[in-house]
């Protein structure tokens, strides 16, 4: 049986402390442990007093509505996702399975461990209002006897919160990046605090890619130099080569515009959340690139896939020109390149069979990443970045 649903509990000093080593909290979240956490903002604060605003609106935190609209539906409505967690929750759950989903959201993956017979699922929520709606959808289900929605981080969760300790530990928190949501920070800490050694953590392995590309269509609306015969290159001085942009929120799916790759797909990171932690992932990491293909790259292009057993979930764009959800939801990452630290930004120009060295540098906590090619030598050797800012 699930266990009993915990109220009014009292704030362990050390839920500060372990929430706040993680780098992303999620929209509408209600944790007052995280450091310089401030309420919501009603989502009827940011409407216009004369335009209307329906009562199931009104008062739900402004992240939180943005955050449904601009990823969950589609996320939901991704088959391929939904498919891959369940063909592998079929394979470890029976009737004798404990799960615990961390990041349940919608409940989604959570009746689908019921579903598949599991003996107890705990959803575990930090958003009040998304912990509400999976508890909707659990009962329109009839599932509320096998499912428990705990309204919390898990970075506060405690073994006497469940049952007893999980056999399966679910989650899908991905980014587009693939740790962009503090993915394995999440896992550690469960892991660390409440698994046993024997428990299956699903999904098991996730590899984060990058590939240099030649991509006009990119290059056009994130770069100008002129116009007839006037000069607006000085316009470049402002262009951005050190964030990382979305692909959709260029307003482009990367499997609908024509573009190259210039070499082979770089392996930035492998974790394989059952073990891995952050600091098994490199600060700075240093990759040889051969260029398969002559060519002036525009972009990293950033892509990642997750497996467990035969199973394969990728954002690489290549397979997901059949699925637009995927894209909506997640997509694929970008950096602008930048082959000097001049003035101006200095176009990145590949040739077949030529070696080019890049730099990437992570943040503390693995979240954000920035790649920069590194100088030549005297003699045209590739040379390591140090001392190069960016």
């Not at 999980?166 to 999440?186: H, K, N, Q, R, W």
């Not at 059949?322 to 120009?349: E, H």
Request: aromatic share 8%; hydrophobic share 35%; proline share 6%.
């Amino acid at each position: 049986m699930p266990p009993k649903q915990h109220r009014h509990q009292k704030k362990d000093k050390n839920d500060n402390a372990l929430q706040n080593t993680i780098g992303f909290v999620p929209p509408g979240a209600t944790l007052a442990s995280v450091s310089g956490y401030r309420p919501p903002d009603a989502f009827v604060n940011r409407i216009d007093r004369n335009i209307p605003v329906p009562a199931r609106l009104r008062h739900t935190p402004v992240s939180l509505i943005e955050a449904v609209n601009d990823f969950h539906y589609a996320m939901m409505n991704d088959e391929e996702r939904n498919n891959f967690y369940y063909e592998v929750l079929k394979k470890h759950v029976t009737p004798e399975t404990g799960v615990l989903e961390i990041g349940a959201g919608s409940g989604l993956l959570s009746l689908m461990a019921a579903k598949l017979g599991a003996k107890w699922v705990v959803a575990v929520e930090g958003s009040e209002e998304l912990a509400k709606l999976a508890r909707e959808n659990i009962r329109a289900n009839n599932m509320e006897h096998q499912v428990k929605v705990l309204h919390m981080m898990s970075t506060e969760l405690k073994p006497k919160h469940l049952p007893e300790p999980p056999d399966v530990l679910l989650s899908e928190i991905f980014g587009t990046m693939m740790l962009g949501e503090s993915a394995l920070d999440y896992v550690v800490d469960v892991r660390n605090r409440l698994l046993k050694p024997t428990t299956k953590i699903i999904p098991q392995f996730g590899t984060q890619y990058a590939v240099p590309i030649e991509c006009d269509a990119l290059h056009r609306i994130s770069s100008v130099s002129g116009w007839r015969d006037l000069d607006l290159k000085h316009m470049m001085t402002l262009q951005d080569t050190v964030s990382i942009v979305f692909a959709k929120h260029y307003g482009i799916r990367m499997n609908s515009v024509n573009f190259r790759r210039l070499s082979d797909p770089i392996e930035l990171f492998r974790v394989d959340f059952s073990s891995s932690n952050r600091n098994d992932i490199s600060r700075r990491k240093h990759f040889d690139v051969v260029a398969k293909e002559s060519g002036t790259a525009h972009a990293m292009l950033f892509y990642w896939k997750v497996t467990d057993d035969e199973f394969v979930m990728s954002t690489d764009p290549e397979d997901t020109v059949n699925n637009f959800p995927r894209d909506m939801q997640w997509g694929q990452a970008l950096q602008l390149l930048d082959a000097s630290n001049g003035p101006l930004p200095t176009p990145v120009v590949f040739t077949e069979g030529k070696n080019y060295n890049f730099e990437c540098n992570f943040s503390g906590d693995r979240v954000i990443l920035h790649m920069q090619l590194c100088p030549e030598s005297g003699n045209g050797e590739m040379t390591e970045c140090e001392g190069k800012t960016t």
